[in-house]
């Protein structure tokens, strides 16, 4: 079983729509997760970090985590065609914390 | 807003010839990795680096691959003989401490004819 999964989508959305992406991991030790956006070219930039089940909200954005079911979502409210990009869910782990990154989900929000 | 800042953008080398990547880390940074992305595929770690040592590295990061400090400001990723199948986008990335998030360079897109 792989250690982090992610639909790669595509995902492709009219403005102003709720956006849901959505990660799953295997390994119940990890405690830290995050959300990457990456632009075309760029290199990953921290959305969100969350430690612990619950919710967390930045903004626009609202990252949640269950461990029970060992599942993460990133919500984004009113989607912007600026919000294009692929998303990557990333979990550090091991004694060094090296991040697992899922494959990504490429989104695009249509104006 | 300090970044991380990687060099060249774009390397274009033939099979066999040494490439070095570099990466000057935000300067309060004291761990510095080393992630590259196969085009299409997941960005996967390499290396991780911190107090002048490896202390982590992949299968992936094996004896042609190398990293270095030399200066106290660059950090640097060496392939010494290259290989078609190096061919990807090469991160860096530093954080603050070891349970901090890591923020990213925009890559080095490595290509190997």
């Known amino acids: 079983q792989k250690e982090v999964e992610q639909d790669p989508g595509p995902l492709s959305v009219p403005e102003g729509a709720i956006v849901s992406l959505n990660c799953t991991y295997s390994?119940?030790?990890?405690?830290?997760f995050m959300w990457y956006r990456q632009y075309s070219r760029k290199g990953p930039e921290l959305l969100m970090y969350t430690y612990s089940s619950g919710n967390k909200e930045d903004g626009r954005f609202t990252a949640q985590v269950d461990k029970s079911s060992k599942y993460i979502s990133l919500f984004i409210r009113d989607s912007q065609p600026s919000d294009s990009a692929t998303y990557l869910c990333?979990?550090?782990?091991?004694?060094?914390?090296?991040?697992?990154f899922g494959k990504g989900t490429l989104l695009t929000v249509n104006p | 807003e300090p970044e991380v800042t990687q060099t060249p953008s774009h390397q274009v080398t033939q099979m066999g010839q040494e490439v070095i990547l570099r990466c000057v880390p935000i300067?309060?940074?004291?761990?510095f990795y080393w992630y590259r992305q196969i085009l299409g595929q997941k960005v996967e770690f390499l290396v991780s680096?911190?107090?002048?040592?490896?202390?982590?590295k992949s299968e992936i990061f094996d004896d042609q691959f190398s990293v270095e400090r030399p200066d106290g400001s660059n950090f640097t990723l060496k392939i010494r003989s290259t290989k078609l199948e190096d061919s990807a986008m090469y991160f860096c990335?530093?954080?603050?401490?070891?349970?901090?998030?890591?923020?990213f360079g925009n890559g080095t897109r490595l290509t190997v004819t």
């Open positions: 300067s309060n940074h004291l761990y």
């Open positions: 680096f911190y107090n002048n040592e490896i202390s982590e």
């Open positions: 390994n119940s030790a990890f405690q830290y």
């Open positions: 990335a530093t954080s603050e401490g070891r349970l901090s998030p890591l923020h």
């Open positions: 990333a979990i550090p782990g091991g004694s060094n914390y090296k991040l697992t």
